[in-house]
């Protein structure tokens, strides 16, 4: 059941794009940019985000800190959350503006 969720979560950011503009840092990490590639609220950081909540801590491997302080997506001080993961999906799909 969970699988699916993700692979309809997955699908549903594919289909709608994702703003490619990075905007300003949180303490040396883009805020949204789980992936480290520079490029905030991309559809691969939502999948890797997907990933990070079914498969844990694995999937951050270019450098946990970095990706862990990057996931606070909605600005709440909780890093790595349901919520982080939803706001990011808003954010891409264009219902909701990022942080700064």
């Known amino acids: ?25 949180i303490t040396s990490v883009l805020r ?23 498969s844990g801590n694995e999937v951050f491997t270019k450098g946990f800190l970095k990706q862990y302080k990057a996931s606070d997506v909605n600005n709440d001080g909780v890093y790595v959350t349901a919520e982080d993961l939803m706001y990011m999906v808003k954010i891409i799909v264009g219902e909701a503006e990022p942080y700064e």
């Open 1 to 25: 059941m969970i699988r699916l969720g993700i692979l309809i979560l997955t699908f549903f950011i594919i289909s709608c794009g994702s703003p490619n503009e990075p905007t300003k840092p």
């Open 32 to 54: 949204g940019d789980l992936n480290l590639n520079d490029y905030q609220y991309e559809i691969a950081d939502a999948v890797l985000y997907s990933n990070y909540l079914v």
